[in-house]
């Protein structure tokens, strides 16, 4: 069964729109659809040409759109499909007919290199608020094959953001279909499901996330952390025995440096202590890298350390690290949004506790906030070190778990 809004996807191809936008809250049933009627159109109206379905990382475009796809009862007994995985595309055949969609990422401003010289008879950007324009401009001028569509999916963000001015302000002109879309929208959502998913946000992320609206990020970044809930003064023994034990770093020379201890187990993610120096601290001299890793061996203890994530700049730190041999460095993951979003959601399900004696972080958390003068989505760059490497820990590990749940 599809919603009403859900057959307007289907019958996009057939309108005489240009685009199509579509946006709203998650699990809304906008992009599984998309993908199957944008193959589908490619499929009727084209043999022998290319095709690119974009995310922001070739990874998240694959996980999201084509394994889901493939995957499908309907496209297999549809379609022959080919999935060649090292060169990121997927081959559809039907009868005589056969064409070929490309697998793009759009993470950074170099991105649009990627996609450069490609002539495409149409493109399916999903994720398209967090790719940088100079990408989505280059995917939209490979299209100029005749009868080339534009099919872009997203969830909203700053009311300022590019995409929000330059398409779905002006979609009269740009000749695009804009839909809305709601998490009712999605006739596969059960009562319970609707609930849990509306139970897993709060603040920016449950406005843009599960209402769809394009609002400005203001007031705390994590204003449902709350210390009766997340702090504590004990860690569970099983943790302490049975956990996985990593370390997160937010490295500074000027800056403060903060590291966190970790320990993961059951599913929750406990700061068991940390390391906290601000060398700006009247009194205080600056320390070397050496006196650092020192800081860190004594964090550790005698534990068995998994991992230590740093900061990816970090290059002179790490490099310490790697020298003394005891610990696995990994680059830290250090997309901003991403991760504050999914702090946000951990903190929301009370899988994030914090050892009272953590007083850096703690601090830190009650007094995190958006920067309601910047033109996107930003946070104020003052006392957030522990705000780092906290995400780094999230971003790095616990979204995995995150992934394994659904999420």
């Known amino acids: 069964m599809i919603s009403d809004k859900q057959k307007k996807i289907l019958a996009f191809p057939y309108s005489r729109y240009d685009a199509l936008i579509c946006d709203g809250a998650v699990r809304s049933g906008k992009t599984s659809l998309m993908v199957v009627a944008f193959i589908d159109w490619a499929m009727r109206e084209f043999s022998g040409q290319r095709f690119g379905i974009c995310g922001k990382t070739v990874g998240s475009a694959t996980e999201n759109m084509v394994i889901p796809y493939i995957s499908r009862t309907y496209a297999k007994d549809r379609y022959t499909i080919h999935w060649r995985r090292s060169q990121k595309i997927l081959e559809v055949r039907r009868g005589r007919r056969v064409n070929y969609f490309e697998v793009f990422g759009g993470r950074d401003e170099s991105s649009f290199t ?28 490979r299209c100029s094959v005749e009868g080339a569509k534009l099919w872009f999916s997203c969830n909203p963000g700053h009311p300022s953001h590019w995409f929000k001015t330059e398409w779905i302000d002006k979609r009269e002109e740009r000749n695009a279909l804009y839909l809305h879309f709601e998490m009712t929208d999605n006739p596969s959502l059960s009562d319970a499901t609707l609930k849990r998913y509306r139970s897993m946000y709060a603040g920016v992320f449950y406005d843009q996330y599960v209402r769809g609206l ?61 390391y ?63 991760g504050i979003r999914l702090t946000a959601t951990l903190l929301q399900a009370g899988r994030i506790k914090i050892h009272r004696d953590c007083k850096d972080c703690i601090r830190e958390f009650q007094t995190y906030r958006w920067d309601t003068d910047a033109a996107k989505d930003t946070v104020i760059k003052e006392d957030d070190h522990a705000m780092d490497d906290c995400r780094y820990f999230v971003a790095t590990i616990m979204e995995r778990e995150m992934r394994m749940d659904g999420v």
């Open 114 to 141: 990627l996609i450069q010289g490609r002539t495409l008879a149409g493109v399916l950007l999903d994720e398209v608020v967090l790719m940088p324009e100079s990408f989505v401009d280059q995917a939209l001028a």
């Open 214 to 274: 394009w609002v400005i990020a203001e007031g705390l970044v994590y204003p449902m952390f709350c210390a009766a809930d997340h702090v504590v003064d004990d860690i569970p023994w099983q943790a302490l025995q049975r956990g996985k034990w990593s370390i997160s770093v937010d490295y500074g020379t000027v800056n403060p440096t903060s590291a966190g201890l970790w320990c993961l187990w059951a599913g929750t993610a406990y700061r068991v202590c940390e």
């Open 276 to 338: 906290y120096y601000d060398s700006r601290v009247p009194g205080r001299a600056r320390r070397t890298d050496e006196e650092h890793y020192a800081a860190l061996e004594h964090l550790a203890g005698d534990r068995c350390i998994e991992r230590v994530i740093v900061d990816p700049s970090a290059a002179s730190f790490k490099e310490t690290i790697q020298r003394h041999g005891r610990f696995a460095v990994w680059d830290a993951d250090n997309s901003v949004l991403d």
